[in-house]
């Protein structure tokens, strides 16, 4: 007597999502406006799969991501996320930053940015951040070449 091949199980991969801090609450609905419903659902599972693995790694991302679909359809799955323009900066992280704004600052209350240049060999990061209780909390980073940074440094 055969039996029907059984799906693979990578639940041991991926903690139940009730668990884990997926995406926070301010974030949700910002996000969720932006991004189609299926886009919604593959980044809660992304972000599952990061908050266990702790590694941007894009195949042992697709191997994570409890999807019925072979991991090569689950890797070009992923890599076409990736790349959908909503995910930019500009779409989804400014508006979840004016939201911390509104929620922490009162308007006209002083508040404190920070802008620091980063050099990791020939990796130059400009990164603006908002000092909040302590805390830097990432605003804007852009990766910016070499010789823009040696034209801004010497002025």
């Given at each position: 007597?055969q039996t029907?091949?059984?799906?693979?199980?990578?639940?041991?991969l991926?903690?139940?999502t009730?668990?884990?801090?997926?995406?926070?609450?301010?974030?949700?609905s910002?996000?969720?406006?932006e991004?189609?419903?299926?886009?919604y659902?593959?980044?809660?599972?992304l972000?599952?799969?990061l908050?266990?693995?702790?590694?941007?790694?894009?195949?042992?991302?697709?191997e994570?991501?409890?999807l019925?679909?072979?991991?090569?359809?689950?890797?070009?799955?992923?890599?076409r996320?990736?790349?959908?323009?909503?995910?930019?900066i500009?779409?989804?992280?400014?508006?979840?930053?004016?939201?911390?704004?509104?929620?922490?600052?009162m308007?006209g209350?002083?508040?404190?940015?920070?802008?620091?240049?980063?050099?990791?060999?020939?990796?130059?990061i400009?990164?603006?951040?908002?000092?909040?209780?302590h805390?830097?909390?990432?605003?804007?980073?852009?990766?910016?070449?070499h010789?823009?940074?040696?034209?801004?440094?010497?002025?």
């Amino acid at each position: 007597m055969q039996t029907a091949p059984t799906k693979k199980d990578r639940s041991k991969l991926v903690h139940p999502t009730y668990l884990l801090n997926m995406i926070a609450k301010q974030y949700q609905s910002i996000v969720q406006n932006e991004l189609s419903h299926a886009s919604y659902l593959l980044l809660t599972l992304l972000v599952a799969s990061l908050q266990v693995l702790k590694q941007v790694k894009l195949e042992r991302l697709a191997e994570a991501l409890p999807l019925p679909i072979l991991f090569e359809s689950r890797r070009k799955k992923l890599q076409r996320f990736l790349k959908l323009e909503t995910l930019h900066i500009e779409t989804l992280w400014f508006p979840c930053m004016r939201g911390l704004l509104d929620q922490f600052f009162m308007p006209g209350e002083r508040i404190y940015v920070a802008i620091d240049r980063t050099s990791w060999g020939c990796i130059n990061i400009l990164m603006v951040s908002l000092i909040y209780d302590h805390r830097a909390w990432p605003i804007y980073c852009r990766g910016i070449a070499h010789c823009f940074v040696s034209i801004v440094l010497d002025k």
